[in-house]
């Protein structure tokens, strides 16, 4: 198994080494090195996990920049490529680099002299002067309507390493994508991931297969922790224990013999909501974090997590989602009972279904955002919703004003179950109840 891992390290090293913007190959790597292409497969996988390699749909593999967290919102014109069905006519060894904006080129040369910078893509048509331009002020370039080029402008891009792309698809169509292309990408940049949060392996107490209970006993001391991940000698996940498992264990005892098999992991791209919900269903304190391999890389506690749920929390909105939109028509409505806390809602146009009316999936989220809204006047935080039962929803009418009302069934600690009801002009219009758990410390 050593000299796997060794054969493996030394890939990425090579990978590693090669020049930002060379295609990298599994049967060349294999040749090269003299592995197999399973190894080699692999440890591509692996360096694009890490982020220094990027695999691109009519592209190929090619060695990248390593992307920073916090450049994560800008595209690359290699993802341009892919969105909109493009040809790379030339620079292609620049396919890795971001770009910070769009300038249409509908103008002339000398205008676009003021409005062009490096890390521009320029969106043009059939205009060669226009391209060269771009291309000398450091900006790539994407001819729009099918258009070829000529090969001065090809050789130019080679040479200045700056991508140019052709589709067939018009200057509007084009603009339009990309746009909603970097709206998306800045939504993307407010989801936390495990890969966030995580306590990596270095900071990680573990114990191995072949340890015994008495070391468990000897980790609880020195970490003051009482769950651990239990790897093998390939730093696999075997298991987990607990105090558990131990408790009334002879002391030689092999750790193998007593720990949790196959437990619950995470992979370092699982959102922290989702992880959040599976350790509040699960009744779980830490969970380990692991590559496809099953390769132990780190744990992550109940503590990481509510940590977390409280920075995104503070976070500032940047991209607005569907959901977000939604719950910005959410207004709290003032009640003569100070403990009785109703909303008020109107029905836009994009939210109403084919027939004109209130569609469902954003009747369910008004019922989701009204229960948390409801729970955290209650200084319940960190909020789970585990069941919605929708008992029924008449048609309301796009821009009309609903006033939604919660009742608190019943709460405890853990779990609550709480009755939404719907009303238009003091009809009531739907109505739904709803289960949820709580993630307390």
């Known amino acids: 198994m050593s000299g796997l891992a060794t054969k493996h390290e030394q890939i990425l090293k090579y990978i590693e080494e090669l020049a930002v913007g060379e295609k990298i190959s599994v049967r060349k790597i294999a040749k090269n090195l003299h592995v197999s292409e399973g190894t080699a497969y692999r440890a591509i996988k692996d360096a ?44 292609r060894a620049g396919l890795h680099k971001s770009l910070n904006k769009f300038v249409i080129g509908a103008m002339t040369v000398e205008a676009m002299e003021r409005y062009t910078d490096a890390g521009n893509l320029v969106i043009v048509g059939n205009r060669v002067d226009a391209q060269e331009l771009a291309l000398e002020r450091g900006a790539a370039v994407l001819i729009t309507g099918g ?11 080679d040479e200045k390493e700056l991508p140019i792309l052709s589709t067939t698809y018009d200057t509007f169509t084009v603009g339009t994508m990309i746009n909603r292309a970097i709206f998306d990408q800045l939504i993307k940049k407010e989801v936390v991931f495990v890969e966030d949060i995580l306590t990596p392996l270095e900071k990680t107490a573990y114990l191995s297969t072949s340890d015994r209970v008495e070391d468990w006993y000897k980790k609880e001391t020195s970490t003051g922790h009482s769950r651990f991940p239990v790897v093998n000698k ?59 391999d099953l390769t132990l890389i780190g744990i992550v506690s109940r503590q990481d997590i509510l940590k977390s749920l409280q920075m995104i929390q503070r976070q500032p909105q940047i991209g607005e989602t569907i959901d977000d939109t939604i719950t910005n028509q959410l207004i709290e409505k003032t009640t003569d009972d100070v403990s009785e806390l109703d909303f008020q809602f109107t029905v ?94």
């Open 147 to 157: 258009f070829d080029t000529v090969e001065s402008v090809k050789k130019l891009a």
């Open 234 to 292: 390939a730093m696999r996940l075997s298991g987990m224990i607990t105090s558990k498992d131990v408790i009334d264990k002879n002391l030689s005892i092999s750790i193998e013999r007593v720990m949790t098999k196959n437990p619950l992991t995470v992979g370092p791209k699982m959102s922290v909501a989702s992880v959040s919900h599976m350790m509040i269903w699960e009744g779980i304190e830490v969970i380990p974090v692991v590559k496809d």
């Open 348 to 441: 836009t146009p994009q939210m109403t279904n084919n027939i004109g009316t209130l569609s469902y999936g954003v009747f369910t989220q008004i019922v989701c955002d009204v229960v948390q809204q409801k729970l955290f006047s209650l200084k319940k935080r960190n909020v789970a919703i585990e069941n919605i039962s929708i008992y029924f929803l008449k048609p309301v009418q796009m821009d009309a004003t609903i006033v939604i009302k919660p009742r608190i069934l019943e709460i405890g600690r853990k779990a609550g179950k709480i009755d939404i009801e719907l009303y238009l002009e003091g009809i009531l219009v739907g109505k739904a109840i709803v289960a949820c758990q709580m993630m307390e410390r």
């Open 48 to 91: 694009e996990i890490v982020g220094f390699v990027s695999t691109i749909k009519r592209v190929g593999t090619i060695r990248i920049e390593r992307k920073q967290k916090d450049s994560i919102e800008k595209l690359t014109y290699a993802e341009i490529v892919n969105m909109i069905d493009g040809q790379v006519l030339g620079g």
